[in-house]
């Protein structure tokens, strides 16, 4: 009987700790938290911070084929920028630093990804901080590829923001002003919705633009041609 009395009483206090080992362990961070963290990150280049967060939501988000290949391609990114700057004997960048942009080419379309257009902090309150390299590129031909998010309507859409990034805002993380772009179609011409990634080619204007006192845009674009991306 002491026996048996002695091996219930162990196993009470064993599954007490298993339990109160349980209740202290720290719960997992939402993905919209880490995945804002993540491409925070990524966009002031410090990759080797946003890798495993980006790897830790490719597992979570392994099972769903939409969401998955922008993380994909984001650790592939932060996987070359490191292999890069090890072969280098370099650390990637950090936040205080960046790459001016080169004088465009005249008559040359500028490939360009949207964070590399909007590499810099940007104070979205004040304004004022366009770096001048990026001012230069005003009147531009550019071409960049993106996600539509439609700003006057959802069919014949004659405006829309276009952002590197759709999965940041269905978590309701607005991008950050010089990380999207608006883009006015010819007058006249309306494009359809479109619900994957798009290649956005056109005159790209750089310049505060402000509604009731607020910026609410610091790039803009006349577009020439709206398609969607090859996969």
């Not at 209740?23 to 911070?49: D, V």
């Not at 490719?58 to 490191?82: A, N, S």
């Amino acid at each position: 009987m002491i026996l048996a009395r002695t091996v219930i009483l162990a196993l009470v206090l064993a599954i007490g700790s298993t339990a109160a080992a349980e209740s202290a362990a720290p719960a997992p961070e939402n993905s919209g938290n880490l995945e804002l963290r993540a491409q925070t990150a990524f966009n002031a280049g410090r990759y080797a911070e946003a890798l495993p967060m980006f790897q830790t939501l490719g597992e979570r988000l392994k099972d769903e084929p939409d969401k998955i290949g922008q993380i994909e391609e984001k650790i592939r990114v932060c996987e070359r920028m490191i292999a890069q700057a090890a072969e280098g004997g370099e650390t990637p960048a950090p936040t205080t630093q960046r790459t001016p942009h080169p004088e465009p080419k005249p008559g040359e379309t500028l490939e360009i990804t949207i964070q590399q257009l909007g590499n810099f902090e940007f104070d979205a309150e004040n304004g004022g901080n366009i770096p001048e390299d990026v001012q230069r590129l005003s009147g531009t031909p550019i071409r960049v590829r993106g996600y539509m998010i439609p700003m006057d309507q959802a069919q014949n859409i004659m405006q829309f923001a276009i952002v590197a990034d759709l999965f940041a805002c269905c978590f309701g993380q607005p991008p950050q002003l010089q990380h999207t772009i608006i883009v006015n179609t010819p007058k006249g011409k309306a494009v359809g919705y479109y619900p994957d990634e798009i290649v956005v080619e056109g005159v790209l204007t750089v310049e505060e633009k402000r509604d009731d006192g607020y910026i609410v845009s610091i790039f803009q674009m006349e577009c020439t041609s709206v398609k969607p991306a090859a996969k």
